[in-house]
């Protein structure tokens, strides 16, 4: 069973831990929509990946794995009856000139918590 996820517990838990909660909601996040997706010949790149390529690329790597991750889900919902009209480079959009208004990375991350939590919802009542 996948839990539902929400932004505001996101930003309150990551500001309380001090960022390390964001850790591992990004690591649960790629386990979950692994799990969710399997089958479609893709695969989410996990928290290792995710740290050493993001540090290594001077965070490229993050927007890169940002831009597939909305892609994947948006392929994805097909296979549960649902369409999403954000895709990859919308979230990737977002995030990077969404940035001048401060708000834009927020946008990006309810855009893909909005398409994990509907997938998810789908894929609980299969199994």
């Not at 996820?5 to 790629?30: D, M, P, Q, V």
């Not at 969710?36 to 993050?62: R, S, V």
């Not at 708000?103 to 509907?118: D, Q």
């Amino acid at each position: 069973m996948i839990k539902k996820r929400g932004l505001l517990g996101l930003i309150l838990l990551s500001i309380i831990t001090f960022g390390i909660y964001c850790l591992y909601w990004t690591y649960k996040l790629a386990k979950d929509v692994n799990s969710i997706c399997e089958g479609d010949g893709q695969k989410t790149g996990g928290m290792l990946k995710y740290l050493l390529l993001g540090i290594i690329t001077f965070g490229i790597y993050d927007l890169v794995w940002l831009y597939m991750l909305g892609d994947r889900l948006q392929d994805n919902a097909q296979r549960y009856g649902l369409t999403f009209k954000e895709s990859g480079g919308t979230v990737l959009l977002w995030y990077i000139l969404g940035s001048f208004i401060i708000a834009g990375p927020f946008i990006a991350l309810h855009i893909i918590i909005k398409n994990t939590n509907r997938l998810a919802e789908e894929y609980n009542k299969k199994m």
